[in-house]
């Protein structure tokens, strides 16, 4: 039974990684920006003073911007929430250089 059970989750997780791939294949364009985005705004903050100028300089994906229009709410959303673990979590697992 233990080796059915395997042999099952053997197939099920490259099947269903499949089945995503033909399902949405475009959509990894679109998570990748709202990571991006996510993480220069946990990194460099939301700036206040002169922004258009600190947007060109730090915010990769003000640069490289695609060729789809993006809102900003949902990355600003998940690093509203993200901040506090982060602000708890610092130095956990980092190396030491």
């Known amino acids: 039974m233990r080796r ?16 995503y791939l033909y399902l ?10 709202n990571i991006q985005a996510t993480h220069d705004i946990l990194t460099y ?5 002169d922004p258009a100028l600190n947007l060109q300089a730090q915010y990769d994906h003000s640069t490289f911007t695609g060729p789809i229009p993006r ?4 990355p600003l959303a998940l690093a509203a929430f ?12 980092r190396q030491i250089c």
Do not use: C, H, N
Request: glycine share 6%; net charge neutral; hydrophobic share 50%.
């Open 82 to 93: 993200t901040w506090p673990f982060k602000r708890v979590l610092y130095g956990v697992d």
């Open 45 to 49: 903050g939301i700036p206040f003073k």
């Open 71 to 74: 809102t900003f709410v949902g």
């Open 4 to 19: 059915l059970a395997d042999a099952s989750l053997a197939f099920l997780i490259p099947f269903q990684i499949l089945l």
């Open 24 to 33: 949405a294949p475009y959509t990894k364009v679109e998570e990748s920006f």
